[in-house]
């Protein structure tokens, strides 16, 4: 079957509250990185409380005022291990994230397929 998926919910929670207790551990307030980002400080704060869930380009906008990198915010440490050997740069954070807003609309094979697509297609490159 597979691992199963936390609820958003969970997800949300979690890296808001992590994103909550990296930004009191440095003594900063949701107004500096506001300052530091450009988001609002109203965003900010519903991410911190749980109600929205950042996109991978904006949790890279608060790493970076924090002084972080993005797989401190993953609680789990072989994620977080993972994440920080890849060193992503900008552009292709942008691109994940383009990946990841419009495969929240595919069905679970519609995945399997694009994921088989994307594996196929970078064997032919190698080659």
């Not at 998926?5 to 909550?20: C, E, F, L």
């Not at 519903?46 to 608060?62: A, C, D, M, W």
């Not at 994440?83 to 942008?94: D, F, N, P, T, Y």
């Amino acid at each position: 079957m597979g691992v199963p998926v936390p609820p958003a919910v969970t997800i949300a929670n979690s890296i808001g509250t992590t994103i909550r207790s990296y930004r009191l551990q440095k003594g900063m307030s949701q107004g500096d990185i506001e300052k530091r980002t450009g988001l609002l400080r109203c965003y900010l704060s519903r991410v911190e409380n749980g109600h929205t869930v950042p996109s991978l380009e904006t949790l890279q906008k608060i790493a970076y005022a924090l002084d972080l990198q993005l797989a401190q915010f993953f609680s789990d440490e072989a994620v977080s291990r993972e994440m920080s050997a890849l060193k992503l740069s900008e552009e292709e954070i942008r691109f994940l994230t383009q990946i990841q807003r419009y495969s929240a609309r595919l069905s679970e094979n519609d995945r399997k397929l694009l994921l088989a697509m994307v594996r196929k297609f970078a064997q032919t490159t190698l080659v």
